[in-house]
C-alpha cells in the first residue's frame, strides 16, 4: 500500500507538468522557455513540499495524521485545474508564468510531493527496522510512468479538458491512499527499529557532520537537473515546444535516479567519467558555434545527460543518510533543482545574450565528477602522457607537492582562450572556422588536462569566454522568448533566432532589395506575388512573423503591410541592422504582440492577404496552427482573401496539418513544396495557400508549383485543447 501510494502520488505530480505547461503554451505564444520556467516551478514544489515534511515529520503521529489530512482535503477544493479559463498575456514574462502556477496549482502540488519522505517516514513505524529508500524507487518509478504515458497515450488520446478531470480523479484516489498509510502509521507494528546509525551512510549520522553533507547532496542534485534543463531546451528550442521534447530527458533523467538507487552502495564507474569527459568536449565543439540541431545530435544530448545524471545519482545513492536525516536529505535534492531551474529560468537571461549556462554546466560537471583513480588507472595514464612526449608529473599532477601543475591549471586554459580568441579572427569559411579555432585549442587543451578534471573544466570555461568575442557577430539579444544574433556570414547580414536564420539582407548596396532565402526570386510565395501583381495592387497584407522584414521587398506604393511581431527584439535589431522596412515602398506598420490574439482584438475583413509565418528558432507555434486560429485568421481576411502558411520544417509535415485545417473548415486549399537551394540566397521551402473558395485562386492554377491539395481526412485537426505531434512526425528526409 506504501508503494501504490508513493508510486501514483509522484505520477500525478510529474504528469501535471507537461499538462500545465501546455495549457499555458497557447496563451505565452508558444515559446519554448514556458517549459522551463514551469521546471523551475515544480522543482520549487519539490522544496517547498520537502521542506514541508520535515517540519511536519517532527510532529507527534496523528498531529502528523491530522495536519496532512486536513491540507488534502484543501488541495481537493481548488479542483479541477482552472489554467484553460486564464487570459491570454502578451507581455509575459517567467515571473508572470510563476505566479499563475503558484496561485492555481501551488497546494495541491506541494502535498503532492511531501508525501513521498511523509511516506516513508510513516513507513518506518510500520515496518520497523526496514530501509525506507525503496519507496523512493517506487516514487520514481511512477513519476516515469506518468511522463511516457503522457506524450504517448494521455495527450493523444484525450483534450486537454478531459486530461484536467482524469488527473483530478486521480488525486482524490492518491489522496484516499495517503489517508490509508496513515491510518496504519497511528498503530505502527513489528521489532524494535534499529538505531539509525545502522541505516544507510553512517558518515553523516553525527550532527557536526549535517553541514558538510548537505552542501554535497545539493551539489550532486544540481548539476544533473542542469543538465537536464540545458538539454531540454537545447532540443525544444529547434524542433517543437511540445510535450513529448519535454517528458523523455525528464523521463531519462529519473531513471538514472531508479537505477542509482537500486544500489545505493555502488560507485561511480571511473570509465563512464572517462566516457563522459569525452563527450563533453565533443558537445562543447558542437554547441558553441551554436549549430543547428538535429534528431541524431539530440539523441546524443539525451544520452549525455543520462551518463551525467546516471553518474552523480550513483554518488547522491552512495551518501544517502540514516533515516533520522531523511529529511535533511530530501530537502538537499529540491534545493539542488530549484537552483538549478533558479539559473536557467532567471539568472541565466540576465547574465548571458546567448545559452552559455548549458556548457558552464558541462564544465562543473566535469569539475566535480566523484572519482578516484586508481593506481593501475593512473599508471595508464602516465604511459599515454609519456607518448605525447608530455611530463606526466605536470600533465597529470606529480604525486609529491609541486608548484607547477596548480600553475598549469591557469596557465592552460588561459593560452586556449587566447589561442581560440586570435584564431576566431582567421579569415575562413563557417566550417573552417570553427574547426580552427574551437577543435585545435579544445584538442591541445583536453591533452594537457589529463586526469586534471579541474583544468580540463577551466580550458571550456576558457573557450566560453573567446566565443563571445567574434567579431562577426554585431549584435545579440536573449529574452523570455529566445536568443538572437545579427552577423555577418559570406556577403550577407544575418539574423539568427537561436540556430536558425530567420532573415538575411546582402551587404551590397546595389543588392539590398534583393527577397531572400524563403521569398527569394523563383520560390513558391514570390510565384505568387508575382501573378497577383495587379490584383493586389493596393491589397492590405498581414505577415505574423517579421524577421528582418524581408517581406517588405515585395511591397507596392498602394499597398499597406502590417507585421506582427511578438518579440520587441525582433523589431529593434530589423530596423537598426536591416534595411527592408525602411525601404519598403509601401506604408509598414508593426504591432507587437502575439500575432493570433492582435488579429482576434481587431475588427473583421481588414486584410486581403494574411502570411503566417513565425517560427522560434525551428520550432513552429501550434497554437498558431489549431482549429480557433484558423477562424480567427479567415475572419481577418476580406471576402476574397487568402492565407498563406510557411509550413517548413525538417521534422514535423506541419503542411499536412495545415492541409487538414483548411478541409475541415470547407476551405479550398493547395500546397508548394520547393526544394531548390542557390548561392543568390533562395533555400527549400513548403507553403499552404487557403481561400475560401477556389475561385479566389483561379490565377494560380496554371502555376505547376502550386498542387491541389490531397486529402487530410486520416488526421485529427489539431486545437487548442488538443495537439498531438506524433502524427505530423515525418518519417522519411
Not at 176 to 187: E, F, N, P, T
Not at 283 to 309: E, I, K, N, R
Not at 452 to 481: K, N
Request: charged share 15%; with cysteine.
Amino acid at each position: 500500500m506504501f508503494g501504490l501510494a508513493s508510486l501514483l502520488a509522484a505520477a500525478l505530480l510529474f504528469a501535471v507538468q507537461p499538462m500545465a505547461a501546455k495549457m499555458l503554451l497557447p496563451r505565452l505564444g508558444g515559446v519554448p522557455a514556458v517549459w522551463t520556467t514551469c521546471l523551475l516551478f515544480f522543482q520549487s514544489v519539490l522544496l517547498v513540499g520537502y521542506a514541508y515534511a520535515h517540519a511536519v515529520a517532527r510532529l507527534p503521529m496523528r498531529a502528523q495524521f491530522g495536519a496532512h489530512l486536513t491540507l488534502l482535503a484543501m488541495g481537493a477544493g481548488v479542483l479541477p485545474l482552472t489554467l484553460l479559463d486564464i487570459p491570454t498575456q502578451p507581455d509575459a514574462d517567467p515571473l508572470w508564468v510563476l505566479w499563475v502556477l503558484a496561485r492555481l496549482l501551488l497546494l495541491p502540488t506541494v502535498l503532492l510531493a511531501a508525501s513521498a519522505p511523509l511516506l516513508q517516514s510513516w513507513f518506518t513505524r510500520v515496518a520497523k527496522g526496514r530501509s525506507p529508500y525503496p519507496l523512493y524507487a517506487a516514487s520514481n518509478a511512477g513519476s516515469l510512468i506518468a511522463l511516457l504515458g503522457y506524450p504517448l497515450w494521455l495527450e493523444p488520446q484525450l483534450s486537454l479538458a478531459a486530461q484536467a478531470r482524469v488527473w483530478q480523479l486521480g488525486y482524490y484516489s492518491g489522496a484516499a491512499l495517503i489517508v490509508l498509510c496513515g491510518a496504519l502509521a497511528l498503530r505502527p507494528v513489528g521489532a524494535e527499529p534499529q538505531p539509525a546509525e545502522q541505516v544507510g551512510n553512517t558518515q553523516v549520522a553525527a550532527a557536526g557532520q549535517l553541514a558538510p553533507a548537505l552542501w554535497r547532496w545539493t551539489i550532486h542534485a544540481f548539476i544533473p537537473a542542469s543538465l537536464l534543463m540545458g538539454a531540454t531546451s537545447y532540443a525544444s528550442t529547434d524542433l517543437a515546444a511540445v510535450p513529448l521534447l519535454w517528458v523523455v530527458p525528464l523521463a531519462l533523467y529519473l531513471l538514472t535516479y531508479i537505477v542509482a538507487f537500486a544500489r545505493p552502495k555502488a560507485e561511480p564507474s571511473s570509465r563512464l567519467n572517462g566516457v563522459f569527459v569525452l563527450l563533453t568536449a565533443i558537445l562543447v565543439f558542437m554547441f558553441l558555434p551554436q549549430t543547428s540541431a538535429s534528431v541524431p545530435l539530440v539523441l546524443v544530448h539525451w544520452f549525455y545527460l543520462t551518463l551525467g545524471a546516471l553518474i552523480f545519482h550513483q554518488r547522491l545513492a552512495a551518501l544517502q543518510p540514516p533515516t533520522a536525516q531523511l529529511t535533511w536529505f530530501y530537502l538537499s535534492i529540491a534545493l539542488g533543482g530549484v537552483l538549478a531551474g533558479f539559473v536557467h529560468a532567471l539568472i541565466a537571461p540576465l547574465l548571458f545574450s546567448r545559452v552559455l549556462e548549458y556548457p558552464l554546466t558541462m564544465a562543473l560537471a566535469c569539475a566535480c565528477l566523484p572519482s578516484r583513480v586508481r593506481p593501475s588507472e593512473r599508471a595508464r595514464q602516465e604511459r599515454f602522457v609519456s607518448g605525447l612526449g608530455l611530463a606526466p608529473e605536470q600533465a597529470l599532477g606529480a604525486s609529491t607537492p609541486s608548484p607547477w601543475p596548480r600553475r598549469l591549471d591557469l596557465l592552460v586554459p588561459l593560452c586556449v582562450a587566447l589561442a581560440a580568441a586570435a584564431l576566431t579572427r582567421l579569415e575562413l569559411g563557417r566550417a573552417a572556422r570553427i574547426s580552427v579555432a574551437l577543435g585545435l585549442p579544445l584538442i591541445v587543451g583536453g591533452l594537457l588536462s589529463l586526469g586534471r578534471r579541474g583544468r580540463f573544466a577551466l580550458t571550456i570555461v576558457a573557450l566560453v569566454a573567446a566565443t563571445q568575442f567574434d567579431p562577426r557577430v554585431i549584435a545579440r539579444e536573449r529574452s523570455f522568448l529566445g536568443t538572437l544574433r545579427v552577423e555577418t556570414m559570406d556577403g550577407y547580414r544575418v539574423l539568427f533566432h537561436g540556430t536558425i536564420i530567420h532573415g538575411r539582407q546582402p551587404t551590397d548596396p546595389a543588392r539590398r532589395h534583393e527577397a531572400t532565402t524563403y521569398y527569394a526570386p523563383g520560390s513558391p510565395l514570390e510565384r505568387v506575388f508575382a501573378a497577383r501583381r495587379r490584383a493586389w495592387a493596393k491589397a492590405r497584407i498581414a505577415v505574423i512573423g517579421l524577421g528582418v522584414g524581408t517581406l517588405a521587398a515585395y511591397a507596392q506604393p498602394e499597398q499597406r503591410f502590417r507585421f506582427y511581431e511578438l518579440d520587441p527584439a525582433v523589431l529593434k535589431l530589423a530596423r537598426r541592422h536591416f534595411t527592408y522596412l525602411q525601404d519598403s515602398l509601401a506604408p509598414i506598420q508593426v504591432i507587437l504582440g502575439d500575432g493570433r490574439l492582435s488579429l482576434a482584438r481587431e475588427p473583421p475583413y481588414i486584410h486581403d492577404v494574411l502570411i503566417a509565418d513565425a517560427f522560434s528558432s525551428d520550432a513552429v507555434p501550434l497554437h498558431l496552427l489549431t482549429r480557433e486560429a484558423l477562424a480567427i485568421y479567415m475572419r481577418a481576411l476580406s471576402p476574397g482573401g487568402v492565407l498563406i502558411v510557411n509550413a517548413t520544417n525538417r521534422y514535423l509535415r506541419i503542411d499536412n496539418a495545415t492541409l487538414a485545417l483548411a478541409q475541415d473548415a470547407s476551405l479550398f486549399a493547395m500546397v508548394a513544396r520547393d526544394r531548390v537551394f542557390n548561392a543568390a540566397g533562395r533555400v527549400a521551402s513548403t507553403w499552404v495557400l487557403i481561400a475560401r473558395r477556389e475561385s479566389d485562386v483561379a490565377d494560380l492554377r496554371a502555376d505547376k508549383r502550386w498542387q491541389p491539395a490531397p486529402s487530410m481526412s486520416h488526421l485529427r485537426v489539431w486545437t487548442d485543447d488538443y495537439s498531438s505531434i506524433l502524427p505530423a512526425l515525418r518519417t522519411q528526409r
